[in-house]
T-cell receptor, first 115, second 114 residues
Framework: ETGVTQSPTHLIKTRGQQVTLRCSSQ?????VSWYQQALGQGPQFIFQ???????GRGNFPPRFSGLQFPNYSSELNVNALELDDSALYLC??????????????FGPGTRLLVL | DQQVKQNSPSLSVQEGRISILNCDYT??????FLWYKKYPAEGPTFLIS?????DKNEDGRFTVFLNKSAKHLSLHIVPSQPGDSAVYFC?????????????FGTGTRLTIIP
């Protein structure tokens, strides 16, 4: 059973650029959630994808967008990067329909620095 | 608006003693509460959870207590071990959402002193 993987591990971009982060979900999981963790803060929910459709969104602007593929892997795209987008981006996979949150498995994250 | 609050950014406890981490929430719609543990360069890992219909849940050295009227929960670790040194996040799951759309607190860094 493979765990949740994310790529790249680190990334440096400049303001105004676009970035794509990738996540491979755990085998057997059909749902991917993305979170942003700014320095000194807890993870903040960005959005969730279930069977290739967005299934809920947090308080993030439309320049944060995502995709989920038939194999349930996922991408997070951020356009027009701002300095405040510098954060650790975490993805978590799970099986929707589970009754409790402990079925959510997090990847190690991608650390994005916007200069 | 911070709906889940962990007011202690850090806590140091002697090995073998009890560690108590606290969490407060403001949203009455939260129905399920979880604690996650995070080591550096790793993602959060699930530790223990509690449903709002219970006031206590125990798993080995870890016990979570929920006081719904006070909107407060706590995680007790006893006895504390050096491997427990990590950042602990409290998280909540709202009832009118689907699963896994968690609201996290800001975390408490626990250091166990050998």
């Amino acid at each position: 059973e493979t765990g949740v993987t994310q790529s790249p591990t680190h990334l440096i971009k400049t303001r105004g650029q676009q970035v794509t982060l990738r996540c491979s979900s755990q085998s057997g999981h059909n749902t991917v959630s993305w979170y942003q963790q700014a320095l000194g803060q807890g993870p903040q929910f960005i959005f969730q994808y279930y069977r290739e459709e967005e299934n809920g969104r947090g308080n993030f602007p439309p320049r944060f967008s995502g995709l989920q593929f038939p194999n349930y892997s996922s991408e997070l795209n951020v356009n027009a990067l701002e300095l405040d987008d510098s954060a650790l981006y975490l993805c978590a996979s799970s099986s929707l329909g589970a009754t409790s949150g402990e079925t959510q498995y997090f990847g190690p994250g991608t650390r994005l620095l916007v200069l | 608006d911070q709906q889940v609050k962990q007011n202690s950014p850090s806590l140091s406890v002697q090995e073998g003693r009890i560690s108590i981490l606290n969490c407060d929430y403001t949203n009455s719609m939260f129905d399920y509460f979880l604690w996650y543990k995070k080591y550096p360069a790793e993602g959060p890992t699930f530790l223990i959870s509690i449903s709002s219909i219970k006031d206590k849940n125990e798993d080995g050295r870890f016990t979570v207590f929920l006081n719904k009227s006070a909107k407060h929960l706590s995680l007790h670790i006893v006895p504390s071990q050096p491997g427990d040194s990590a950042v602990y996040f409290c998280a909540a799951n709202p009832t009118n959402f689907g699963n896994e759309k968690l609201t996290f607190g800001t975390g408490t860094r626990l250091t166990i002193i050998p």
